[in-house]
């Protein structure tokens, strides 16, 4: 029985380092990918009379601070993206192992409700805020400087943006907009891990397949995409409202 109880806990540690290092490197892979393209979304949500759409961003952004402008803020998303998605995944498949063994002890269907999937990403979010909120106002900051609208930047890079506001402000000018920021998490993380996994759930099921390992690149891709649509199209308004609320607060300062 010891034994047992060894190897189980053994093999949960593995898993749970696997989900933290697979989390880490999507991370990283999807930050490096989307930079560009959120860059151009922050400065058209809170500078939108400075440029006529997205085309007219990325050819003012470009001349204005070269290619690299493109990835402004990039470092404050690659040093928390890691531990942003990680933490994600963690709080996630903690959350689904759990609700797998109130199933199994009350013999339910193995397979999991769409509300204890919402609950599972929501929680899974609500963790990830911790980080995401500081990160993103750190990005948000210095994605909004422009060379030719302020001369001289105010921050010199990601680090001197963090002493800067601690400075100023304190822990609670690093956490600035942290509220808003966990009741997107909570409500965006719900609903995408919940459409990801209640897709993959049912392909299984339609299927007759064995496990998730048994499904193709291109379905899980497809499933993924689905999810992203579901966070994008619940949470947008919300996140140009913060972005937006965010920026004045920043001309402020």
Not at 43 to 63: A, E, F, H, N
Not at 169 to 180: D, E, N, S
Not at 187 to 198: D, I
Request: proline share 2%; charged share 20%.
């Amino acid at each position: 029985m010891e034994a047992t109880d060894k190897k189980k806990a053994s093999s949960g540690g593995n898993q749970v380092a696997l989900d933290l290092a697979a989390g880490w490197i999507g991370g990283i892979g999807q930050v490096l990918a989307g930079q560009p393209f959120d860059t151009i979304k922050v400065r058209l949500q809170t500078q939108s009379d400075m440029y006529k759409g997205p085309l007219d961003c990325l050819k003012k952004t470009v001349k204005n601070d070269g290619l690299l402008g493109l990835y402004k803020g990039t470092m404050s998303p690659l040093m928390g993206v890691g531990l942003c998605v990680s933490i994600q995944f963690f709080g996630l498949e903690a959350m689904k192992r759990r609700f797998y063994e109130q199933n199994r002890r009350k013999n339910k269907p193995d397979e999991l409700s769409v509300s204890q999937l919402f609950i599972a990403g929501a929680t899974a979010g609500v963790l990830n805020s911790v980080v995401s909120g500081p990160v993103e106002h750190i990005r948000v900051r210095m994605q909004v400087q422009t060379a030719a609208a302020e001369g001289e930047s105010k921050y010199k890079g990601t680090l001197d943006c963090v002493r800067k506001i601690y400075s100023e402000h304190g822990l609670k000018g690093v956490y600035k907009g942290q509220v808003a920021t966990m009741y997107r998490e909570f409500f965006g993380y719900g609903v995408y891990f919940a459409t990801y996994e209640y897709l993959v759930q049912r392909q299984i099921k339609q299927k007759g397949l064995s496990g998730r390992d048994k499904l193709s690149t291109l379905e899980l891709s497809a499933f993924g995409s689905c999810a992203g649509y579901a966070l994008w199209l619940l949470l947008k308004g919300q996140e140009v409202q913060l972005n937006h609320g965010m920026f004045e607060k920043l001309s402020a300062d």
